[in-house]
């Protein structure tokens, strides 16, 4: 087995012990008849993370909105989560802000989404 190999394991064990269920939502559009788009948010994947908070806020303001990564969701390396989905963790929603990719896992860094 490489090095690779036996880390990427290594990341599937650390999951089985210590990750917890998460749901994956990401926009589907539609189209009806006329031509239009309708977006609607779908529960597209179920997937294992380890969910833990972050030391500190990394606050952006955006037209109305206030972003900051709260958390990161350490998942295997090839899970399909992408930026701007969101992760439900308890019934509570989380933004993805950005994904770290490495050899072994992937890393969201997620935030609630806070009207100003």
């Given at each position: 087995m490489s090095l690779i190999d036996q880390m990427r394991a290594d990341m599937t064990w650390f999951l089985s012990q210590w990750g917890e269920p998460l749901l994956r939502r990401r926009i589907?559009?539609?189209?009806?008849?006329d031509g239009q788009g309708t977006d609607t948010w779908s529960s597209s994947l179920s997937f294992t993370g380890d969910f833990?908070?972050?030391?500190?806020?990394?606050?952006?303001?955006?037209?109305?909105l206030e972003q900051h990564s709260e958390h990161k969701v350490q998942m295997v390396y090839d899970e399909d989560v992408d930026q701007n989905d969101r992760v439900e963790r308890g019934g509570e929603t989380h933004r993805v802000?950005?994904?770290?990719?490495?050899?072994?896992?992937?890393?969201?860094?997620?935030?609630?989404?806070v009207n100003q």
């Open positions: 589907a559009v539609s189209y009806g008849d833990q908070p972050l030391s500190g806020k990394e606050i952006e303001a955006e037209a109305g802000n950005r994904i770290s990719d490495y050899e072994e896992h992937r890393v969201a860094f997620v935030y609630r989404e």
